[in-house]
């Protein structure tokens, strides 16, 4: 049987078979977005924090909408707010949090290793909603999720991944993911923004997109990094999108049926123009659907659920 660790902070940590009964559950949950009454009683008396010291809109309220959906109760700790403004130490407030009979705790921080630090510092369940620069799990199940939705499998795919690899924690989870999965995976970016020791993890790693993108399966955008960047990594916004931008002229060049992800928000008009955004052979509303999915299934497999069916009954 398959089971899982007490928290979720990386894919790094996942087997392949662990990987594909979460896939398996996202899709007996997404079951669920086409009943009238969107509800089941599985996670009933169960409590979930979500604790995010960056701002978020997508993932927070994707995860609220998954825990409500499985009737668990939400609580969303707004945190500059709390205590940890009044300079209580991480730790002590994350054991108050706890100390309150918390059962799962979902954490987004700016700094890599934080949802490990948590972990280790609890008894509920964590989920790491992205550390840093360093993982963002969720993300990259729900990229899985619905490449194999569209593309109905993931092994042997040609996936380019484009853009602010350096500052991406959704890079370093697609990564991780696509390959125990057996895709291959081309990065692409300006070498200033490609970490050393990526051709370690067992990607290509590519400068040219035109290139990259003539044999490609899926090409997952990125969103550059604006936030992150403390120097100038490229000359301009404008040479940027120019190589490497996903646009009408790529595409077209491209595959007929190339697959176009981004896990938002985007920089319209610069990693993607607004017109392939919402093409029909981009999958970004469906990546967003598909995150509270894999959500659900994740909330219920983490807290001990068994078998993918029992999700919804
Ligand atoms: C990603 C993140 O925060 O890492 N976004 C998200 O989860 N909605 C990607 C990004 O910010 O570019």
Not at 221 to 248: D, H, S
Request: net charge neutral; with cysteine.
């Amino acid at each position: 049987m398959v089971t899982f660790k007490k928290d979720l902070l990386g894919l790094k940590e996942l087997t392949p078979e662990q990987i594909n009964l979460i896939l398996d559950t996202s899709l007996v949950c997404k079951d669920i977005f086409q009943r009238d009454i969107k509800k089941v009683p599985t996670l009933r008396g169960k409590t979930v924090v979500t604790l995010f010291f960056e701002p978020s809109t997508r993932t927070r309220t994707s995860f609220e909408i998954a825990a409500k959906w499985l009737s668990a109760d939400v609580v969303n700790l707004a945190v500059s707010a709390s205590s940890v403004a009044k300079g209580e130490s991480f730790v002590d407030t994350v054991r108050t949090i706890e100390a309150m009979g918390v059962d799962m705790i979902i954490m987004r921080h700016a700094l890599g290793g934080t949802a490990q630090l948590l972990a280790e510092s609890v008894q509920s369940h964590v989920i790491n909603a992205g550390d840093g620069v360093h993982e963002h799990p969720t993300q990259g199940l729900l990229d899985l999720f619905s490449i194999r939705e569209r593309k109905g499998r993931i092994a042997g795919l040609k996936v380019v991944i484009v853009g602010d690899i350096l500052h991406s924690r959704v890079a370093k989870s697609n990564i991780w993911g696509l390959t125990k999965m057996r895709a291959q995976v081309t990065v692409v970016a300006p070498p200033t923004l490609i970490p050393p020791g990526l051709s370690e993890l067992g990607v290509k790693v590519e400068t040219d997109l035109d290139r990259a993108l003539r044999d490609a399966d899926v090409v997952n955008v990125l969103r550059i990094q604006l936030e992150r960047q403390t120097k100038a990594y490229f000359p301009t916004l404008k040479e940027y999108a120019q190589l490497f931008g996903m646009n009408r002229e790529r595409l077209r060049k491209a595959a007929p049926d190339l697959l176009v992800m981004h896990p938002g928000p985007a920089n319209l008009g610069v990693e993607i123009s607004e017109e392939i955004s919402v093409h029909d052979q981009a999958a970004i509303t469906e990546q967003v659907t598909n995150g509270v999915a894999v959500r659900m299934a994740l909330l219920y497999l983490l807290t001990g659920g068994g078998s993918k069916d029992a999700v919804l009954h």
